[in-house]
């Protein structure tokens, strides 16, 4: 397990990130998943000795509940609060109430009070806002998270699921008025879905923001159960719960040329495609959210895997973006000039 700084950060963390979201199985969450208190601890140990320091969770995965047994989890484990990192989230629905969801100041110093109570802890390492909320100015949801900040409740920030322009907004607002500033972008990204490469990577390379990419799987649509021969298997999430979107022709394209690396090596496509993420120099933690053991003993054994540059090269023409405007016009303007930059 290798580790990495969190953008300009001094905090460590691994280049694999455990997320929680299977914990509980609530409501709808139960088609992600449904581990109880004893199949989490098992899960969060089996992570840990492998080298992962870095867990992801949120609010509104079974609404408080996966914050609940993953705290449970880093009691009964026996882990050390110093050892560790933390990252929650707030924005969706946690009570049928008008100020029940958002990032009004109210909700969010509300959340960040309730997720500490839930975790158990003294603070989070890594705050993060899962969205946008259309009805609050970000002037307020950043003066909040900075005050949770100074109170000694949250110690960095982030973001999840934004557009470039409004993370660019959010980091220039800060700045202006001497805020904490968002230190992450937590991005759906995957080899069947590169879209951030677009916009968010540029930002984030040029502000050094971590990139965390959740489901990097596609949904499970990359684990190898699936084929364009036959669908997959009943018990697969994707056939309970088609998301994220994913433009499939593509993504199929991609499982037909991983399937021989991973012939090669006698490991799963899956391995192969987690790699594939791990081997951009944009990306800082890959977020992954085994099942079982012999999943994340998988999910885990990517880290080994060292893709050439004649595959890798493969990979991102299988997988490459359609080109779009402003795109090829920037690209053919500034081909005299890349050389010097």
């Given at each position: 397990?290798?580790?990495?700084?969190?953008g300009?950060?001094?905090?460590?963390?691994?280049?694999?990130?455990?997320g929680t979201?299977?914990?509980?199985?609530?409501g709808?969450?139960?088609?992600?998943?449904?581990?109880d208190?004893?199949?989490?601890?098992?899960?969060?140990?089996?992570?840990?000795?492998?080298?992962?320091?870095?867990?992801?969770?949120?609010?509104?995965?079974?609404?408080?509940?996966?914050?609940?047994?993953?705290?449970?989890?880093?009691?009964?484990?026996?882990?050390?609060?110093?050892?560790?990192v933390?990252?929650?989230?707030?924005?969706?629905?946690?009570?049928?109430?008008?100020?029940?969801?958002?990032?009004?100041?109210k909700?969010?110093?509300?959340?960040?009070?309730?997720?500490?109570?839930r975790?158990g802890?003294?603070?989070?390492d890594?705050?993060?806002?899962?969205?946008?909320?259309?009805?609050?100015?970000?002037?307020?949801?950043?003066?909040?998270?900075?005050?949770l900040?100074?109170?000694?409740k949250?110690?960095?920030?982030?973001?999840?699921?934004?557009?470039?322009?409004?993370?660019?907004?959010?980091?220039?607002?800060s700045?202006?008025?001497?805020f904490?500033?968002?230190e992450?972008?937590?991005?759906?990204?995957?080899i069947a879905?590169?879209?951030?490469?677009?916009?968010?990577?540029?930002?984030?390379?040029?502000?050094?923001?971590?990139?965390?990419?959740?489901?990097?799987?596609?949904?499970g649509f990359?684990?190898?159960?699936?084929?364009?021969?036959q669908a997959?298997?009943?018990?697969?999430?994707?056939?309970?719960?088609?998301?994220?979107?994913?433009?499939?022709?593509?993504?199929?394209?991609?499982?037909?040329?991983?399937?021989?690396?991973?012939?090669?090596?006698?490991?799963?496509?899956?391995?192969?495609?987690?790699?594939?993420?791990l081997?951009?120099?944009?990306?800082?933690?890959?977020?992954?959210g085994?099942?079982?053991?012999?999943?994340?003993?998988?999910?885990?054994?990517?880290?080994?895997?060292?893709?050439?540059?004649?595959?890798?090269?493969?990979l991102?023409?299988?997988?490459?973006?359609?080109?779009?405007?402003?795109?090829?016009?920037?690209?053919?303007?500034?081909?005299?000039?890349?050389?010097?930059?």
């Open positions: 397990m290798r580790y990495r700084k969190l300009r950060t001094g905090m460590l963390v691994s280049e694999i990130c455990f979201m299977t914990f509980g199985g609530e709808f969450w139960q088609v992600v998943g449904k581990q208190q004893q199949a989490a601890n098992t899960l969060v140990k089996t992570a840990f000795d492998a080298g992962v320091n870095f867990f992801d969770t949120a609010n509104a995965y079974s609404f408080g509940v996966s914050e609940k047994i993953f705290g449970q989890s880093l009691k009964d484990v026996g882990l050390s609060r110093d050892d560790v933390v990252a929650t989230k707030v924005l969706g629905r946690m009570a049928d109430k008008p100020n029940g969801a958002g990032l009004s100041r909700h969010v110093m509300a959340q960040a009070d309730a997720s500490l109570k975790l802890l003294d603070y989070i890594l705050y993060q806002i899962h969205g946008r909320d259309p009805v609050t100015p970000i002037e307020e949801t950043l003066e909040a998270l900075n005050d900040v100074r109170a000694g949250v110690r960095y920030l982030g973001f999840c699921n934004l557009a470039a322009w409004e993370a660019t907004k959010a980091l220039w607002t700045d202006r008025r001497g904490a500033r968002f992450s972008a937590q991005m759906y990204y995957s879905g590169r879209d951030i490469e677009r916009e968010i990577v540029p930002l984030a390379h040029d502000q050094k923001l971590a990139i965390m990419p959740w489901s990097p799987l596609a949904g990359l684990s190898g159960k699936f084929s364009k021969d997959g298997p009943n018990d697969a999430r994707r056939t309970a719960f088609d998301f994220p979107p994913v433009d499939k022709d593509r993504a199929f394209a991609c499982i037909d040329a991983m399937r021989p690396m991973a012939k090669q090596r006698d490991c799963s496509v899956a391995r192969i495609a987690l790699a594939w993420l081997h951009q120099r944009h990306v800082t933690s890959v977020i992954i085994a099942k079982t053991e012999e999943q994340l003993a998988d999910n885990l054994a990517a880290t080994e895997v060292k893709l050439t540059p004649e595959e890798l090269t493969t991102d023409k299988v997988s490459a973006l359609p080109r779009e405007y402003p795109g090829w016009m920037l690209e053919r303007q500034s081909a005299e000039r890349l050389p010097f930059a």
